[in-house]
């Protein structure tokens, strides 16, 4: 075209025409095709005698240029024809270039978590920042309880268990939606390991001889086959009460352990009493008082989350990996029974009383109260599907928080889905409504997930964080989690990383009672807040494996009813019918109170220029850990001082501790100093605090055999928690103790505690100084 214009201008303004050859290279299906072309005029080609020396000579240097003989009419027209030539053919050559990229065969690669938010994205210059009460008004004006009633109707089902076709025409209605509110939406397929009951007859349990009845109730990942062994009660199944039964010289192995659900979750109850190699364990329902005596109950007890059988790394249906099992999968059988049938065993058992304060139980069991389990289930890979949709940020899309909820139940599953799934789309709509039609611009992008296989271990949201560890990783900074978030009425209960108290206090103060007489955090009682709102994560806390896992801030919610648990969770009733009794029946106005206490705490998360997260909020949590390692530490020297030798200091972990404090507060004294104009700034500010609760996973374990490697909330010997533990265990000269291990473990511990505070220091220049 450079050529073409030179020649144009040559042309008009009377310059003598030059001789040129035009290589023309273009690289069209795979291979490589050349045009060349010369320039010449019939007086060129009549030009004998030095004119072929001159050609020859051009032919050595297709670039030099000799001047014509002359410039006729003919040879302007000739040009002219030429230069069109020229256009016609660069023309096609940049169509079919074009063409080639529209008609290339699609990638079979599996496109990453950034590249499904951030396609099609232009980033925006200006700052979007709209006033954060008009953004919260905003949210409060679109949320209502007729919307919501719309929903429930909409994903309210009877039947929509993992990987079923219910649960598939329930995650098209998701998509659907996501569609029609204009979200960019993708969908992640798995191919994973669940159990179903026995194809035929059902599992069984005998009391003395005696058939206790159909069981349709079960517990998957259970292991399958036949256990027999005297019964014993085991109260809730923790290991403190399990220890009150070593107290009284009663020893659990070969026993058929007999448990009420609650406290702690099926798969932990399992796995205490496979440490003291119980041969069985039999769970049914505690509430006994309003659940009935027939009611089946659902669960599994696998102690971990995701498909147990790929631990570590996705359940794509590419993967080449070998066959595995997850650590946490039971080594004894599992089996829910009624309450009644609970009853007919109970009122058979002899031996010793209950330890005081055991509600319910009466005598413990002794060794002629012979109960026989048998276990059948049927292990099936199923695929499942998890539906997203998104709504892109305007100055870092590629940031996102991530906002979910699981779409699959047992049964009805009101409570444990439909409600969760339905504040899940309503937020979506209203957020969305909020960007076409109200002018506002997140800065960050809003994911929004719909998980399957939720009932058996949060698994399709787990298999979707082992699939994208990478792109998760500093590219989302929250997860809100939407399951179970109405149980009752009226107390307000949350757990979450400490990174994101001091949100969710500010939060409470934005959403107002459903009596309008004040809001959330007014209702809370005494003075601290804290203490009355916050509860300790758990393993079966969907948020469980993004904080603990992944590395990933997160939060659950709940209104509950005062003193009580929603007994129906993992029922069959769990139904709009007894969701309204518990809540009576205001569950829509909940709906609306818990969409705006989860969308104010994305919408300010996506909002502001620096992330809502408290690092200081940790500084608590070390402080009383270490504190409490080290007075084990100096006692277990004082009076053993064999096992831990007085080199053995706490300097290096009170070191630690003493750095993350002072980066946390150089941080927010920088935050304080900080121009927000000053983009980049701005977001390396952003980055280093994303980076403290990944940080504070152990880069010593492996995530396969420890997937949970969080040292201050996860769980496994790692933690600042199992170090208190075995020094315990050293002071009790139990059999696992272990003290060059302990001292290993301590050490590694220290030094994470370290390497975070470091990362939060900033630059490795910086270090030294901040540190």
């Known amino acids: 075209m450079d050529h073409a214009r030179s020649t144009i201008s040559k042309i008009f303004n009377g310059e003598p025409r030059s001789y040129t050859r035009f290589n023309l290279t273009q690289n069209m299906e795979g291979e490589n095709s050349q045009v060349e072309m010369k320039l010449s005029s019939d007086m060129d080609e009549e030009v004998g005698g030095n004119g072929v020396g001159e050609d020859l000579n051009h032919a050595k240097d297709p670039y030099v240029v000799r001047k014509p003989a002359g410039r006729t009419p003919k040879n302007v027209c000739f040009m002219v024809a030429t230069i069109l030539l020229i256009f016609i053919i660069s023309y096609l050559i940049g169509y079919l270039s074009h063409r080639r990229k529209e008609l290339a065969p699609p990638s079979c690669s599996r496109p990453t978590v950034e590249e499904s938010i951030t396609q099609g994205y232009v980033k925006m210059e200006a700052d979007p920042l709209m006033d954060w009460s008009d953004v919260k008004s905003l949210l409060d004006q679109k949320m209502s309880a007729s919307s919501f009633e719309s929903a429930f109707s909409e994903f309210a089902s009877e039947s929509h268990q993992a990987g079923s076709a219910g649960d598939e025409a329930l995650a098209n209605k998701v998509l659907k939606r996501f569609n029609q509110y204009g979200m960019y939406t993708w969908t992640d397929e798995h191919y994973v390991k669940l159990v179903d ?31 027999q062994g005297a019964v014993l009660h085991g109260n809730y199944g923790q290991m403190d009460d399990l220890r009150k039964l070593q107290d009284k010289s009663i020893a659990l192995d070969g026993r058929v352990l007999l448990v009420k659900s609650g406290k702690i979750s099926f798969a932990e109850k399992v796995a205490n009493a496979a440490k003291l190699n119980a041969s069985a364990v039999l769970i049914y329902p ?25 631990p570590g790394f996705p359940s794509f249906n590419n993967t080449q990996f070998p066959p595995v099992q997850s650590s946490g999968l039971p080594s004894i059988l599992a089996q829910t029974i009624t309450v009644s049938m609970a009853a007919t065993i109970m009122r058979g058992m002899e031996g010793k009383s209950a330890p005081t304060g055991w509600v319910g139980v009466g005598k413990l069991g002794d060794d002629k109260d012979m109960v026989t389990v048998e276990v059948n289930n049927v292990l099936a890979e199923k695929m499942i599907n998890n539906v997203f949709g998104v709504i892109k940020g305007f100055v870092d899309p590629d940031r996102f928080v991530v906002l979910g909820a699981q779409r699959d139940a047992w049964g009805p599953g009101f409570a444990s889905s439909t409600v969760g799934t339905s504040v899940l789309v309503e937020l979506a709509r209203a957020i969305s409504d909020m960007v076409k039609n109200d002018g506002f611009k997140p800065r960050r992008s809003i994911v929004f997930a719909s998980w399957s296989a939720g009932e058996y271990g949060s698994v399709g949201a787990t298999e979707w964080l082992e699939g994208y560890l990478s792109s998760l990783n500093m590219k989302a900074f929250s997860y809100i989690n939407l399951d179970g978030v109405v149980t009752g009425f009226p107390k307000f209960k949350a757990s979450a990383s400490p990174l994101m108290y001091t949100l969710i206090q500010r939060t409470l103060r934005e959403v107002k009672t459903l009596s309008d007489s004040g809001t959330l955090y007014d209702a809370v009682p005494g003075t601290n807040w804290e203490a009355a709102v916050m509860e300790p994560l758990r393993l079966n806390d969907p948020a469980y494996p993004f904080i603990t896992f992944s590395g990933i801030p997160s939060v659950s919610f709940r209104f509950i009813t005062e003193g009580e648990e929603y007994p129906y969770l993992g029922t069959l009733q769990d139904t709009r019918d007894k969701l309204n009794g518990a809540t009576s029946n205001q569950v829509a106005k909940l709906a609306v109170s818990a969409g705006q206490f989860a969308g104010k705490i994305a919408l300010r998360l996506v909002h502001d220029h620096l992330l809502r997260l408290d690092v200081k909020k940790y500084i608590r949590q070390i402080h009383i850990q270490v504190y409490d390692i080290n007075s084990k530490i100096k006692s277990l020297q004082s009076m053993q001082p064999q096992l831990l030798p007085k080199s053995l200091t706490v300097q290096w972990l009170m070191s630690a501790l003493g750095s993350y404090s002072r980066a946390a507060s150089s941080l927010s004294t920088e935050i304080d100093n900080s121009d927000l104009e000053e983009e980049e700034m701005c977001r390396n500010i952003n980055d280093r605090i994303m980076s403290v609760e990944r940080d504070f996973l152990s880069p010593y374990v492996s995530p396969r055999e420890s997937p949970f490697r969080h040292i201050l909330v996860g769980s496994g010997s790692h933690t600042l928690k199992a170090l208190s533990d075995h020094l315990d265990a050293l002071q009790d000269d139990h059999s696992d103790a272990n003290a060059d291990l302990f001292r290993i473990q301590f050490a590694l511990a220290t030094w994470t505690i370290q390497g975070c505070a470091n990362s939060l220091a900033g630059e490795i220049w910086s270090t030294d100084n901040m540190i």
């Open 286 to 310: 505690a509430d006994n008082s309003r659940i009935g005596g027939s009611t089946q109950l659902f669960g599994h007890v696998h102690l971990g989350s995701g498909d147990p059988y790929t």
């Open 197 to 227: 009951p026995p194809a035929s007859g059902s599992n069984m349990v005998t009391f003395k001889g005696s058939d206790l009845g159909t069981l349709r109730g079960y517990l998957a990942y259970s292991k399958t086959g036949t256990a």
